[in-house]
């Protein structure tokens, strides 16, 4: 994906990602890259080194410092399990005494299907935002980044 979409602090594309897909119903974890994974990791493992070629790991998920690096931006999500199922469960009425629950009709047993092409459409929706932020904010100007052996 593109390279220099997003900001290092109030707009991080990390950030607004995050925060999109946690709108998703059932959505109850996001993570960008290695994610929760890191945290086993060391420094050296993590940091994903450049060559002249490009970058040799994704550890990031294609975003540094809140900016999209070039690199495929990778997410991940953690969804709850969908509590409207036929097993009666427990609960209280309007006036707080006990009473069962139970759900009838037709609902969806597992939110994971749905949620795939949710989650694909809420990342092109900010992916899109910043894309246009950037347009506006360059005036469409390209600027070729200088290959760095050439300077």
């Known amino acids: 994906f593109m390279a220099c979409l997003g900001e290092p602090i109030f707009d991080r594309l ?31 493992e993590h940091r ?7 970058f040799l790991s994704n550890q990031a998920g294609g975003i540094l410092g809140g900016i999209s690096s070039g690199q495929p931006i990778i997410a991940h999500l953690a969804l709850k399990p ?10 209280i009425d309007t006036d707080g005494n006990a009473a069962d ?5 037709r609902h969806d047993p597992c939110v994971g299907i749905r949620a795939t092409p949710i989650a694909e459409a809420m990342m092109a929706i900010v992916l899109l935002d910043h894309l246009l932020r950037h347009r ?4 469409d100007v390209s600027v070729n980044t200088p290959v760095l052996g050439q300077l």
Do not use: W, Y
């Open 48 to 54: 994903d080194e450049m060559t002249p070629l490009g």
């Open 82 to 91: 969908t509590s409207s199922i036929t097993t009666p469960g427990r609960s």
């Open 136 to 139: 506006g904010q360059n005036a």
């Open 101 to 105: 629950v139970i759900t009838k009709g």
């Open 14 to 44: 990390d950030a607004e990602l995050a925060h999109a897909l946690m709108s998703i119903n059932a959505v109850k974890g996001v993570e960008i890259g290695a994610g929760f994974d890191c945290v086993a990791q060391r420094g050296t």
